[in-house]
């Protein structure tokens, strides 16, 4: 089983002065240690949940371009980007030039978005939650031929492109894998089933991602897909630096159900030190898992 870091929280001892720094260190301690992805959330406020929204909160992708120079190995990608924050043609052109110049590095984590209060502050339209699926799926299509030899127009129900030129086309064969977040049985999840090659779903427990996976299974069924085929991960609840050995009890339940991969967010002000007692204290067990 492999382990992921989620750089989720940007209120850290030093302001915003020293952001780069810490970011850049703990990304770059990340990949030398064996970890296999390092995201980012995708929002412009930070998350009422973790904190207050006027706490601080990177741009996504400008914070995946800046650790991507500096790593080597390293997966990157956003858990996950609202299909609302960017025209879908713009978005792929962004992956593709992650893509590029972090030789092969990056994947499209999206999703069908929800934080209301950062749109509307922002001036950004917030559709209702059908359209914004309807927006998804359209999103995905449009990535997907703009990463094809088809260059040219699309024509959706909410999104019209001339032509879909990319170029450079991506370093990543045959494209960036496409990671759909969240895990509503419906929508979410039949769309996982009919494009992504990655999911992630919410580490709640054992018994709901079993319920989840059983979801995904019929989807799968339904539209002709290789269930197996799909990466599967997810977002612990529980806090693998308090509660190591835990959490790799944890991680077996999950690995035995076919989770390969879990992202977790570092809990203290100190992200550098968080990951490098995960490295000596969860990932070499993790890598026995599934």
């Not at 371009?65 to 190995?73: E, L, R």
């Not at 990157?76 to 092969?104: E, I, M």
């Not at 085929?229 to 509660?243: E, G, M, R, V």
Request: with cysteine.
């Amino acid at each position: 089983m492999d382990l992921g870091i989620h750089f989720a929280d940007f209120t850290l001892p030093g302001g915003n002065t020293a952001l780069g720094d810490i970011v850049s260190r703990s990304a770059v301690t990340a990949d030398e240690a064996g970890f296999k992805w390092f995201t980012f959330m995708d929002h412009w406020f930070q998350m009422e949940q973790r904190a207050t929204a006027q706490d601080p909160m990177l741009d996504g992708y400008v914070s995946l371009g800046f650790v991507a120079g500096q790593t080597k190995q390293i997966q990157l990608g956003l858990l996950v980007t609202g299909v609302t924050y960017r025209h879908p043609g713009l978005l792929a052109k962004t992956v593709t030039t992650l893509d590029v110049l972090s030789g092969g590095r990056a994947f499209l984590g999206i999703g069908a978005a929800w934080y209301e209060r950062e749109h509307r502050a922002l001036g950004v339209p917030f559709p209702p939650l059908s359209e914004r699926f309807e927006r998804l799926e359209e999103a995905i299509q449009i990535a997907l031929q703009m990463w094809s030899p088809d260059d040219g127009p699309y024509s959706g129900k909410h999104y019209q492109l001339a032509e879909t030129i990319c170029n450079p086309q991506p370093v990543s064969s045959p494209h960036p894998r496409i990671l759909i977040g969240g895990s509503g049985e419906r929508k979410t999840l039949r769309l996982v089933a009919r494009y992504a090659d990655a999911c992630n779903l919410f580490g709640t427990s054992a018994d709901e991602v079993t319920h989840k996976l059983d979801v995904l299974r019929r989807h799968c069924e339904t539209e002709g897909r290789d269930y197996d085929a799909i990466q599967k991960t997810i977002l612990p609840q529980i806090d693998a630096f308090t509660d190591p050995d835990g959490f790799v009890a944890a991680m077996e339940q999950y690995a035995a159900l076919g989770i390969s991969q879990a992202q977790v967010v570092p809990s203290t002000p100190d992200p550098v030190g968080y990951i490098e007692r995960l490295a000596e204290t969860v990932l070499p067990r993790l890598k026995e898992l599934g």
